[in-house]
């Protein structure tokens, strides 16, 4: 299986501010026959089931603000919220498509300070 | 615009076997630009990737519930359902269903449903 492992568990960012959270994968998921890195970030808010925000590891769904952004390659990835907003307080984990069994990373708490 | 609707029940006694339905509306379930999952999380934890199957009837699952896992679609019905064998409190969970678009990213995801496991 490869692992998916975030850094911090847990953050609290000032309204306005950066928040930027990191995600390591135990095996490179960039297929080099396309160059691709297979890679997703999600958002869950309490109650709700997550939402897909960016895929390709940097492609932002359609529909999401651009203040989201995601970026790099091989193993080791980063997803930004550039300026957080009060409805951006959720949980974002970042999960694998480049091999059976999909997994998950564990989750980044993302607080209000 | 696809959507997807778990049902089945929310209380489910140990060493029994838990059986979800999800429900696919908008599009047909056959329509081969999905891959159809299962997917849990326990309370206040993380996301866990039960298994998933293609149209076809192909699936695929996750080696840690393998032996205990089977997901099956029902073309007729826009279907698919899961089954989860000799459960126990470990799978008190929320479970989710989703679309695996192209076999790549999960969009959309149904609301959840919650199962509990207890006598």
């Known amino acids: 299986d490869i692992v998916m492992t975030q850094s911090p568990d847990s953050l609290t960012v000032s309204l306005g501010e950066r928040a930027t959270i990191n995600c390591k994968s135990s095996q490179s998921v960039l297929y080099s026959s396309n160059n691709k890195n297979y890679l997703a970030w999600y958002q869950q808010k309490p109650g709700q089931p997550p939402k897909l925000l960016i895929y390709w590891a940097s492609t932002r769904e359609s529909g999401v603000p651009d203040r989201f952004s995601g970026s790099g390659s091989g193993t080791d990835f980063t997803f930004t919220i550039s300026s957080l907003q009060a409805e951006d307080v959720a949980v974002y984990y970042c999960?694998?498509?480049?091999?059976?069994?999909?997994?998950f990373g564990q989750g980044t708490k993302v607080e209000i300070k | 615009q696809v959507q997807l609707q778990e049902s089945g029940p929310g209380l489910v006694k140990p060493s029994q076997t838990l059986s979800l339905t999800c429900t696919v509306s908008?599009?047909?379930?056959?329509?081969?630009?999905?891959?159809w999952s299962w997917i849990r999380q326990p309370a206040g934890k993380g996301l866990e990737w039960i298994g998933r199957?293609?149209?076809?009837?192909?699936?695929n699952y996750n080696p840690s519930l393998k032996s205990r896992v089977t997901i099956s679609v029902d073309t007729s019905k826009n279907q698919f359902s899961m089954k989860l064998s000799s459960v126990t409190a470990a799978d008190t969970a929320v479970y989710y269903c989703?679309?695996?678009?192209?076999?790549?990213?999960?969009?959309?995801w149904g609301q959840g449903t919650l199962v509990t496991v207890s006598s």
């Open positions: 999960q694998q498509y480049y091999n059976i069994p999909r997994t």
């Open positions: 908008g599009g047909s379930i056959s329509s081969g630009s999905y891959y």
């Open positions: 989703a679309g695996e678009l192209r076999g790549q990213w999960f969009d959309p």
């Open positions: 199957i293609y149209t076809s009837g192909s699936t």
